[in-house]
């Protein structure tokens, strides 16, 4: 059996939990008896902790209890994590099981719980999309891939939010067991085997602006007002109503993004909203968000999100493409 161990604390999220925990279970309905995986819950002692949806949880095990023989160890997130220090029993077990377990890791942001245990130095991670610039600024010696769903470096295992805990025990399963039974447990769970591109294709493209009257906030009202005009940056500017050079250094300061790119960044939302949404060809979805042509936003898809419009309207439940 592989043994595997999942470390919980008050305010867990509980989907961070269940969700690798089923998919490990449900292998086992594919593997011979006594090739499967056997997980415990470990906690700081027995007792149960609320998770934050409510329900409780109860560890099978004390940090104390659980200090050895484990073929994987993992810390599930929790919704305060990245505010919060974790609890040193926490932190000190994952120092302990990272030097004695074969492959450890998190999902979601249970990646600041080995941040704090000292186990990022150097190592390329992920986390939940949310989470990712924070948990970059907070541990700057890591790399922090902000648009990959799970990362496998050496033995550290780590990914991205909440659900993406089933993509990263998926792809243990297939590492131990082999893509065939991968593929039978996520046809079980009824989620895809691999997912196509990174976490921006779940996460809002643009993070919120700041005042609503701002210069930037009536540039962007104005972009969206007339996604399919050429939006020259002398033109934004005088909407802005500042000089070409301050709105220049000003915007990219704000955004993070030159004007170029964020009037790309805003196409592609409201052509990912349409995509949702409607059931209206490619071609006219191009047209009314302001690219060149369907081919243009398909490149600018790919590069962005790592699908294909096509792709991303089959993944996210848009109506098919009208006649």
Known sequence: MTSVAL??????????????????????????????????????DRAPVRASNGMLITPDASFDEACSGFDLALVAGGPSLPATVPDPRLTGWLAAMAVRCPRYGSICNGAFALGHAGLLDGRTVTTHWQDAPRLAAQFPEARVELDRIHVRDGALVTSAGVTAGIDLALALIQEDHGGEVALAVARRLVVVAQRQGGQSQFSPFLTPLGKPDSPVARVRAHVMAHLRDAHRVEALAGIAGMSL???????????????????????????????EASGLALKVVAHECGFTSAEHMRLVFVRSLGVTPSQYRASFGGPAPNA
Do not use: C, H
């Not at 008050?10 to 969700?19: E, F, K, R, Y």
């Not at 704000?254 to 995509?275: C, I, K, Y």
């Open 7 to 44: 470390a919980i604390f008050p305010d867990v999220q509980a989907l961070d939990v269940a969700g690798p925990l089923d998919a490990f279970m449900e292998a086992n309905r594919f593997i011979g008896e006594g090739w499967g995986y056997a997980v415990t819950l470990v906690g700081a």
């Open 245 to 275: 050079r301050n709105f220049a250094r000003a915007f990219k300061q704000e955004t993070g993004l030159t004007p170029a790119a964020f009037v790309e960044s805003l196409r592609l939302d409201a052509a990912r909203n349409r995509l």
